[in-house]
């Protein structure tokens, strides 16, 4: 039959590369892709989090007839009969440029380098500041911590070029409970490097000592 | 067609178990054969659905979830996808509305425990996971979820202690509309402030503020003023607590009920005594300099302030005592314009002014003088002699008055309080420390309830504003206990008081306060777990000598179903092991996160705390046919909970000495010490803990050997082991509860004996059990093969107790199971 949007089973209809998918309302055309097992690169997303649409990685392109728009999977809600393009030219190029200044931003991150590589992206054009640094900034330690740990005991200092993961003081922080979530989650080896910095000295925190 | 499945088990009345794979993109569909995965865990009889998800833990997948609860009836889930340290908290949120309560959804950690890590065909991988999924779904069938306890809290806010801090928490309260009792020093405001440089010296720009506050309070119809006399004791538990003040003169003692408390505790300034020539006179220390000036004014001669923090081995506190140095000269300054003052400290130290301040210290002449460290300043007749810096050569000030800094101590009147309040009181230290690293939202993180200079030496203005801090984190509580939505967690501690003896040994072991003081000082009156402050640790359920506390939601009969269910399964070369959260677990999660492989034969089974583990769940282990128990926990003295790791040494050691009394190796159970942040550490403990398994080969599985395995499982239960366990659960040479090594050692030689002594006991037992007929001793020595007396003393004890029945036949004496 027809397989038009008259299907009245308060779904959303539309399409993925082509194929068509069934969303409910409030899903994204991430989760809408993943359920479907399209694969779309993704750095800032976890799943334990909201999405803040830091990396703009899983960038996708919705069109229809001659529009269209390049928008992050992670957060864009699908609407019926929009099609998706996860591998269109568009995307494919924006995921090249993330990836370039990604490998300036953090050129020590292995990570990075390898889905870099996958993308055909070997080296960059754009200046390394600290070749040992892992960070690449996606926050997913700072909204971990936030909202699963509830502690806030690390956030971003600064902002713009000098914007980096930091503890008040940047001292150990006391509201830090030491679980290693943001370790955890972090998709490079940037956190492990940093840990020492936000719990400081567990020892003395745990009941002995002073707590400084 | 499927295989029809066995009969489920429902060991809970309708518990019924579901299962959910993840594919979790290419990280785990691929390395693991989840199709395989899913007919095993059919085919098993503890599991009543299984489905594979592309993502559990996304919209999509949460929302089938959602279904199949509805629909089959499922109320414990296990979620097969990554950590549970990262993930479960989204669950129990999302899937709260389907009626899954904490403790009924589990997580096993697919994707870096197995995938990620192990080498292997994924068909080989998907027979592990269904190991420890097995397990998993088992402790969940043995789950009873306990009711949701509302907490009320109806009673007022009270504030003890006469810390100055009282003031800024009564304000913060009543301007939160919370009605509060304060239990102060002196009714008159006036004298508060007049006394306050006894614990505050050289803060009276603060004063004009303190007395705002205090008028503030004093006209608010919430703010009940009482003067008692000494705190005599706190009972209770969070929203019920009954404070006692004790009897003063003729007075009786007071009683209040109060819904919580807040503890306003300021240290004590000491001089520093004759080491630096202190008279009380001339050679003064802070608090006396303000008590002079009180009641003689400010003085005319030369003055001459001294930092001595450092050469007074109490570096911490020179920034502090600089500060007041400052105050104290500017005051001074103000009212005499012509008299010397001088500011005399250590090189080390940064006179801690801004620039504003250098600037007047240079226009008023208030000189600060700085020494070299490395000479300390003499004291002598007029003089004070310093090493220049610089120049080396010795200088001298000259005085007519030295002031010291003050000895900073927390007040002994203060630390009783922080006894009576359950406090952890280490000697005479400051009261700050951070134990509650486990649960942010619940009243025992110290910030909600402790404020002052006793809890680490402050000013004036930060001692104000802990109490504000303090007040402000009460007041939400206490506004969500209104809302009727304050609840306790729900994996707490309980105490059956049908069981509960009164020892107190959970009391004594447990350093989060949970254990609430009850009425009467003596034994016999049973325990009670205050739900808010228990952090759910667990150590303290596993050593109750009678199992009359439990952990709610997560019990050891749970934990004991785990193993026993994994135990079974395992094949002769593979070994199991236990993860703490904070420790071992995370370390493997991250691992897994970072791909670093190691040995497939291991097993992790996941706890909240290594603590938690009850001997008996290690020795159940062995009985149901483990060869290797490894038990990965947080490095020594650094666990989360109550020292749960601590003890865990404990147990560990009572295990290793009954392996040997059977004749199997003491190394078949070990514990080991993970840093999270070094996941590459517990890929090397995996690897060489398996490779000892090895070397040790499988235990033996004969009738014999299984017979000991059940009869060293049951004298881990018996109450007098678990007794003689708890006397001391701890290394002698730890810093927070130290001992003495030769005491250890004779301790140990006892644990020893009696553990022998129950062993053979249960033995004896269990054969006349078993055999079920009438034995004379020597049959029973022959199977036993102990020496015949000491066997013959087992049979003794057990007739006396009626255990056993002794008959007679012929005036020989043979015995049999009463």
Redesign the interface.
């Known amino acids: 039959m027809s397989k038009k949007s008259e299907k009245d089973n308060g779904k959303i209809h539309f399409t993925i590369d082509g194929q068509e998918v069934e969303a409910e309302e409030g899903w994204t055309v991430l989760d809408t892709a993943r359920h479907y097992r399209i694969p779309i690169p993704t750095l800032c997303h976890h799943e334990a989090v909201k999405p803040s649409g830091a990396c703009r990685l899983c960038v996708v392109e919705a069109k229809q007839g001659d529009w269209s728009k390049v928008v992050i999977s992670c957060m864009y809600p699908p609407w019926e009969g929009v099609e998706i393009q996860t591998r269109s030219e568009r995307v494919m190029n924006v995921r090249r440029w993330i990836l370039e200044m990604l490998l300036a931003e953090c050129p020590a991150a292995e990570e990075i380098r390898a889905l870099a590589a996958e993308h055909g992206v070997l080296d960059t054009r754009f200046k390394v500041e600290d070749p040992e640094e892992q960070c690449l900034l996606c926050g997913l330690c700072v909204r971990v911590c936030e909202e699963v740990v509830g502690v806030r005991a690390i956030s971003f200092g600064s902002r713009g070029v000098h914007k980096h993961i930091a503890t008040p003081y940047m001292v150990p922080n006391q509201a830090c409970i030491a679980c290693g979530s943001c370790v955890t989650v972090c998709p490079t080896g940037a956190m492990e490097a940093r840990l020492e910095r936000v719990r400081g000295d567990i020892a003395e925190r745990t009941g002995h000592g002073f707590a400084h | 067609m499927k295989k029809k499945a066995s009969a489920k088990v429902q060991s809970i009345k309708g518990a019924t178990v579901g299962v959910f794979l993840c ?1 979790c ?2 990280r785990i569909d691929g390395k693991v054969d989840l199709a395989r995965l899913r007919e095993l865990l059919e085919d098993s009889p503890l599991v009543d659905h299984v489905e594979i998800l ?2 559990s ?5 949460l ?1 089938e979830i959602r279904e199949r609860v509805a629909g089959k009836g499922l109320n414990r889930i296990v979620v097969a996808g990554c ?1 549970r ?3 479960l ?2 669950f129990e949120r999302e899937l709260g509305d389907t009626g899954l309560e904490e403790g009924q959804i589990d997580m096993i950690n697919l994707r870096d425990h197995i995938a990620s890590v192990n080498d292997g065909a994924p068909e080989e991988l998907a027979l592990k996971a269904s190991k420890v999924i097995q397990a998993s779904a088992a402790g969940l069938k043995e789950l009873t979820p306990s009711p949701k306890q509302k907490i009320q809290i109806d009673l007022p806010v009270m504030i003890l202690g006469g810390g100055i801090a009282t003031y800024s928490a009564a304000q913060e309260l009543a301007r939160a509309g919370i009605e509060v009792i304060m239990a102060v020093q002196t009714e008159d405001v006036e004298d508060e402030i007049r006394i306050l440089h006894e614990r505050y010296p050289g803060e009276r720009s603060y004063h004009d503020r303190l007395m705002k506050i205090m008028t503030e309070i004093e006209e608010s119809p919430l703010v009940k003023r009482i003067s008692v006399g000494e705190l005599d004791e706190v009972m209770g538990t969070v929203g019920n607590y009954t404070v006692t003040f004790s009897a003063e003169g003729n007075q009786p003692p007071r009683i209040y009920k109060a819904g919580t408390i807040i503890a306003a505790l300021d240290g004590e300034m000491l001089n520093q005594g004759t080491d630096f020539g202190h008279d009380g006179k001339r050679v003064l220390c802070h608090t006396e300099m303000e008590e002079h000036i009180w009641l003689f004014g400010v003085p005319a001669h030369p003055v001459v302030f001294w930092v001595n923090d450092l050469e007074a081995d109490q570096p ?1 506190y020179a920034y502090l005592s600089a500060r007041t140095a400052w105050n104290m000269a500017t005051h001074i300054r103000d009212n005499n314009r012509n008299c010397d003052l001088k500011i005399l400290y250590n090189e080390q130290i940064n006179p801690p002014l801004n620039a504003q301040e250098r600037a007047r210290a240079r226009r008023e002449n208030i000189q600060w003088i700085p020494y070299d460290g490395n000479v300390r300043p003499t004291v002598q007749d007029g003089y004070i002699t310093y090493d220049e810096p610089g120049s080396q050569i010795e200088r001298e000030l000259p005085w007519e008055q030295l002031v010291l800094s003050p000895r900073r101590h927390p007040g002994i009147e203060q630390l009783k309080v922080a006894r009576i309040l359950g406090l ?1 009181v ?1 000697g005479e ?2 009261l ?4 509650q ?2 649960r ?2 619940q009243v025992g993180m110290e910030e909600k309830f402790l404020a002052g200079s006793a809890r ?1 030496p402050c000013d004036l203005r930060e001692s104000l504003r802990q109490g504000q801090r303090a007040a402000h984190r009460t007041a939400e509580i206490m506004q969500q206990a209104k809302a009727g939505t304050l609840f306790a967690p729900r994996m707490v501690c309980s105490v059956d008081p049908e069981k509960c003896i009164g020892c107190g040994l959970c009391k004594e072991i447990c ?1 989060c306060g949970g254990v609430a003081p009850v009425e009467g000082k003596g034994g016999g009156i049973p325990r009670v777990v205050d739900p808010m402050t228990c952090t759910g640790g667990g150590t303290c359920a596993a050593a109750c000598p009678y199992h009359a506390l439990v952990l709610q939601n997560n019990t050891t009969t749970q934990r004991e179903a785990r193993v026993s269910v994994l135990a079974r399964n395992l094949a002769e070369n593979e070994v199991m092991g236990f993860g703490c ?2 420790g071992g677990a ?1 370390a493997a ?2 691992a897994g ?2 791909g670093i492989h190691y040995n497939a034969r291991f097993h992790l089974l996941q706890v909240d705390c290594i603590g938690q583990l009850d001997a008996t769940v290690m020795g159940r282990a062995f009985r149901e046919g483990a060869n290797g128990l490894l038990l990965l926990g947080c ?1 020594p ?4 909970h109550s ?1 749960g790791l601590d003890h865990t040494w404990s147990r560990v050691l009572l295990v290793k000495k009954l392996l040997s009394l059977i004749g199997l190796e003491r190394d078949r159970i070990a514990l080991a010490h993970m840093d ?2 070094h996941p590459e550490q517990l890929a090397r403990t995996v690897d060489r803990f398996v490779a000892m398994m090895d070397e040790l080969g499988p235990v033996p599985k004969d009738r014999e050997i299984q017979a000991k395995l059940n009869d060293l499982y049951e004298t881990l239960r018996t109450p007098r082991v678990r007794w003689v366990l708890g006397a001391s659960l701890r290394r002698p040479y730890e ?2 509860y130290p001992t003495d090594q030769r005491n250890a050692l004779a301790y140990d030689e006892t644990l020893s004996d009696v553990l022998k002594e129950e062993f053979l006991r249960t033995r004896v037992f269990n054969f006349l059990k078993r055999e079920s007929k009438v034995l004379h001793l020597n049959d029973i020595v022959g199977s036993i093969r102990e020496e015949k007396q000491r066997v013959l003393n087992c049979l003794k004890d057990l007739s006396d107790e009626g255990m056993i029945s002794r008959i007679y036949k012929d005036r020989v004496p043979y015995y049999t199971l009463q």
Do not use: Q
């Open positions: 594919e993109g290419k592309p993502y833990c996304e919209r999509p997948g929302s950590a340290r990262i993930m908290k989204k911490d952890h280490h230290e400051f700050e420390r951070n134990p690293m486990v942010p939202e680490h350093d959260r904070w995370a999660d991250n996160v970072r490095p003295e650094e666990c989360h020292y999270l942040n810093t927070t």
